[in-house]
Nanobody
């Protein structure tokens, strides 16, 4: 299984970016795709997750109302629309996937390479 993340970049505070993560190597009809981030000097933290089947979503409180996750099952791709970005959103963003029938609070076995998001003030 491989995850390919893209879409990071430099944006001013208040701006928007959209990240994408395309999965390959198996059929993603169950399990969870999540986004995590790691800011300089900080531990990696959960941002948001979506279930491939049914589309249930879960957000960290820090991004609720600003970030939206969506999926395209036919393309095995998950999108993260980030609006009203703040300097504290600056981090390397990683997409990750669980095994089939995994839970969003559980173990993520597959990780993408990370994409840097920088929000200037």
């Amino acid at each position: 299984v491989q995850l390919q993340a893209s879409g990071g970049g430099l944006v001013q505070a208040g701006g928007s970016l959209r990240l994408s993560c395309t999965a390959s190597g198996r059929t993603f009809s169950s399990g969870v795709m999540g986004w995590f981030r790691q800011a300089p000097g900080k531990e990696r933290e959960f941002v948001v997750a979506i279930y491939w089947s049914g589309g249930r979503t879960y957000y960290a409180d820090s991004v609720k109302g600003r970030f939206t996750i969506s999926r395209d099952n036919a393309k095995n791709t998950v999108y993260l629309q980030m609006n009203s970005l703040k300097p504290e959103d600056t981090a390397v963003y990683y997409c990750a996937a669980t095994r089939p029938y995994g839970d969003y609070r559980g173990q993520y076995d597959y990780w993408g390479q990370g994409t840097l998001v920088t929000v200037s003030s």
